[in-house]
């Protein structure tokens, strides 16, 4: 149960980037606007100097599409994302040339940027070359706190392995956390998600004993988990919580083709929106594409909407126009 949330305007959703029109300035339907709105990226993989990942991906020119992608929405999210596997091979450079990539982007949307550790992150190098801290093999750990909405970050990764997990360091940290309930409750960032997956590859080097994160979320105020690891959007429920992994800015798995033939592919990179409402978490897939779109809907078209009553709402725009 989500304790009251303050009224609506302490929210980034219904903040405009510009001085366009918002539909979330205006309730169209039966919900209210989203009290917060996030944006979810995952596994980046940047190589120092920027070699074709594999021999074949250019992962910063596909991050750049990526954020240049994130402008265009024209929104202010609370909070920008990114669940793991920044780097590669955790190399100094490419840390740094992440954060030169991603901080002019998030100083203009006015965000903070929270950063999650992957199994290909190196924490060293993470934390010294990213994250400006004491480069230790300590798990990557944090709390934001986004207006009521609480958002945590754990770290998965298991230095020298792939596979993922949790110490009981980390897990009694968490249980210390979720304590006390956040107004909007509480969002986890992590990699490796607790869902199964059907290619046999990623279910090798899944998050282990994922009985014990269960446990330390039970019956607290987590609402949603964000994951990433699969390089493929998929969503589920765990312990009863719902969990969305967002797809790779670097590449995807092609899964139109047999479980133990998916491979990787340079196409259907994309994002999460992610709306915070007092009842639901919805987590939207942004497609990185160049494609046509067509023009009916627009500023215009809002502003005039929001200018009828409901019913003209109704009349205007759900009315079929029949030809008889």
């Not at 995952?42 to 994130?70: C, F, I, K, M, Q």
């Not at 968490?174 to 990699?191: D, K, N, Q």
Request: net charge negative; aromatic share 6%; charged share 20%.
């Amino acid at each position: 149960m989500v304790p009251t949330p303050p009224p609506p305007d302490a929210g980034g959703a219904s903040r405009g980037a510009s001085g366009r029109v918002s539909p979330a300035s205006v309730q169209f339907g039966q919900y209210p606007p989203a009290r917060r709105t996030l944006l979810h990226l995952s596994d980046t993989h940047l190589l120092a100097g920027n070699p074709p990942l594999g021999g074949r991906y250019d992962t910063a020119a596909n991050l750049r599409r990526t954020l240049e992608a994130v402008e265009r929405i024209g929104i202010r999210p609370d909070a920008i994302v990114f669940t793991g596997d920044l780097t590669d091979l955790g190399e100094p450079d490419a840390y740094r040339a992440l954060r030169d990539a991603v901080q002019p982007v998030a100083e203009r949307l006015g965000a903070p940027v929270v950063w999650v550790a992957g199994n290909h992150d190196e924490r060293p190098a993470m934390r010294r070359d990213l994250l400006a801290l004491e480069p230790t093999q300590e798990p990557v750990v944090g709390v934001w706190d986004l207006g009521g909405l609480r958002l945590v970050a754990l770290d998965t990764s298991v230095p020298g392995w792939h596979h993922g997990d949790l110490d009981d360091g980390q897990l009694a940290w968490l249980r210390e956390v979720l304590a006390v309930p956040a107004p909007l409750g509480t969002i986890i960032a992590m990699h490796h998600p607790p869902l199964p997956s059907h290619l046999p590859l990623f279910d090798i080097l899944e998050l282990r004993d994922q009985g014990r994160l269960a446990q330390a979320i039970g019956g607290t105020d987590v609402r949603a988990i964000l994951a990433g690891h699969l390089h493929y959007s998929t969503s589920g429920t765990f312990a009863g919580v719902p969990v969305s992994v967002s797809a790779a800015t670097c590449y995807t798995m092609d899964l139109a083709r047999p479980a133990a033939d998916v491979n990787g592919m340079d196409a259907g990179q994309s994002f999460h929106l992610v709306h915070v409402y007092d009842t639901t978490v919805t987590h939207a897939v942004v497609p990185v594409v160049d494609a046509p779109a067509g023009d009916f809907f627009s500023d215009a078209w809002v502003a005039r909407m929001a200018a009828l009553s409901p019913q003209e709402r109704l009349q205007a725009f759900s009315r079929k126009r029949t030809t008889r």
